[in-house]
């Protein structure tokens, strides 16, 4: 069953108000969405995209209560921009964009990202495109696997895990990998001590690699500035801390007047604050949240009001 992460928290940060606008950038089963829709009756309307079809289906169904005021898309939020000119989308009230991968992909293994079935080596969202995780186990060198695992999973043992994934090859399933990784990560006299498998940040590793994740975030953030109105909201969900530091750094930017180097005695860059931030901590999920949906533990909420004029200076 799909639980949507800090719903409540959401709701009050994107303030749903009949007439709105709204879009969510990763509608998954609709769970979000479903309660932008309630709280924005009788005539809110929301634009929910995602780059998995099968997802979007889910949420077709979820969501067709609602009739004509929800409109779904199959597209990846780095085309945010484009795709809202395309369906004449007008400037928004709130945005919403929920990071990671979702409790379905979680949850089925022939998607390939955990390793509690077994399943193929696959970690695409959009399982119809692009390369495969089991083309980055069994494909890279060893060193730049090693420098992939512990950038994008801060795997501090991650020359000895690619050395051992190199070993090994081919691999092809999700549990011959983790028990590859558990194998060279493991640590003597201190089996059983972490309180995460081993071959965690691996996995979150490839995930991140084989879907981009990290750049097409990047790109994703200012194009959902652009669609705000003045005060429209920008709510983003993360769940490690190399997306919320990307999130962090971003908004801290776009809430300065300057961002010329320290140094500078002369302010060069024209840039000018265009956005207020409403969170001056993430807002973490509660314990009471944690007990029920356990994979909301790691999640920080970062929301951002744009200001009453936009200044944007190319």
Not at 13 to 30: F, H
Not at 224 to 231: D, R, S, V, Y
């Amino acid at each position: 069953m799909h639980v949507p992460v800090l719903l409540q928290e959401v709701i009050a940060a994107l303030q749903p108000q009949p007439g709105g606008v709204y879009i969510d950038g990763t509608v998954g089963a609709g769970g979000h969405a479903a309660a932008v829709l309630e709280a924005s009756a009788p005539d809110g309307q929301l634009y929910g995209f995602d780059q998995d079809q099968q997802a979007l289906e889910i949420a077709t169904g979820n969501l067709d209560k609602f009739g004509n005021r929800v409109h779904l898309t199959h597209a990846n939020f780095k085309h945010l921009d484009q795709t809202a000119r395309h369906l004449n989308i007008p400037p928004v009230n709130g945005i919403l964009l929920d990071l990671g991968v979702s409790s379905m992909q979680f949850d089925q293994p022939d998607r390939g990202f955990s390793f509690q079935a077994d399943g193929p080596l696959d970690m695409r969202m959009n399982p119809i495109t692009g390369k495969t995780a089991a083309d980055l186990v069994n494909n890279l060198p060893q060193d730049e696997l090693a420098n992939l695992i512990y950038k994008y999973g801060e795997e501090r043992q991650s020359r000895r895990i690619a050395r051992a994934i190199v070993q090994a090859r081919p691999i092809y399933s999700t549990q011959e990998l983790a028990a590859t990784v558990a194998r060279a990560a493991r640590k003597p006299g201190k089996a059983g001590r972490s309180k995460i498998h081993p071959a965690t940040q691996t996995f979150q590793a490839l995930r991140i690699a084989v879907n981009n994740e990290l750049t097409i975030l990047e790109q994703v953030l200012p194009q959902a500035l652009q669609l705000l109105k003045p005060k429209g909201r920008l709510a983003v969900i993360s769940f490690h801390s190399l997306e919320d530091r990307i999130v962090k750094q971003f908004f801290r930017q776009e809430a300065q007047d300057c961002i010329c180097p320290p140094e500078q005695p002369i302010c060069t860059c024209r840039h000018k604050s265009i956005i207020n931030i409403i969170t001056k901590k993430p807002i973490s999920p509660t314990l009471a949240e944690i007990d029920v949906n356990p994979r909301a533990r790691s999640a920080k909420l970062r929301v951002v009001e744009l200001k009453e004029e936009k200044y944007y200076v190319k």
